[in-house]
T-cell receptor, first 110, second 114 residues
């Protein structure tokens, strides 16, 4: 049973396209994080959301607490956006543990 | 970046040998985590710590132990390495709380058990 589901698993886009990655979760949460992992690289945090919407440059993240759903949007995609994007939720239950999606692998073609 | 360093970056070892991975932070954050990352799986929690000498098990803790004798260091030990423990290991820190909460990750350790 996966507490966090992401879609799509793989995504190929042309440079300049608008991209959406979805995350659904099944547990009560205190926070949701979007992470980025480049091939062979480390993991960096993009956003933390507990409600509403955040924007950073070409990246926009939204969350709907009632529907237990979050989306990550990339506007005007660029080849350097090619990476794995991971959704993680911090449970509001005992231990405040994090649960992670399996990631969405994005390839942006020039 | 929470001043987080993870060592070693790569390790090759033989089945049955003990292995220790180190996670070091410079900013006194309370929560530290050890995860493993395997193809087809999300990051899976091995153990975590919520303070000095305060640790708890995660979903894949069998064969692993941890210690946190100082705020800045969180050690992960494979007591007797097995081939199923070949994986990439990440240390993570939860920095700040509330609206400023952030997750910081170490660079990862590629461990191969032969």
């Amino acid at each position: 049973k996966n507490e966090v589901e992401q879609s799509p698993q793989n995504l190929t886009a042309q440079e300049g396209e608008f991209i959406t990655i979805n995350c659904s979760y099944s547990v009560g949460i205190s926070a949701l994080h979007w992470l980025q992992q480049h091939p062979g690289g480390g993991i960096v945090s993009l956003f933390m959301l507990s409600s509403g919407k955040k924007k950073h440059g070409r990246l926009i993240a939204t969350i709907n607490i009632q529907e237990k759903h979050s989306s990550l949007h990339i506007t005007a995609s660029h080849p350097r956006d090619s990476a794995v994007y991971i959704c993680a939720v911090r449970s509001s239950g005992t231990g405040n543990q994090f649960y992670f999606g399996t990631g969405t692998s994005l390839t942006v073609i020039p | 970046d929470a001043g987080i360093t993870q060592s070693p970056r790569h390790k090759v070892t033989e089945t049955g040998t003990p292995v220790t991975l180190r996670c070091h932070q410079t900013e006194n954050h309370r929560y530290m985590y050890w995860y493993r990352q395997d193809p087809g799986h999300g990051l899976r929690l091995i153990h975590y710590s919520y303070g000095v000498k305060d640790t708890d098990k995660g979903e894949v803790s069998d064969g692993y132990s941890v210690s946190r004798s100082k705020t800045e260091d969180f050690l992960l030990t494979l007591e007797s390495a097995t081939s199923s423990q070949t994986s990439v290991y990440f240390c993570a820190i939860r920095g700040a709380t509330g609206a400023n909460e952030k997750l910081f990750f170490g660079s990862g350790t590629q461990l191969s058990v032969l």
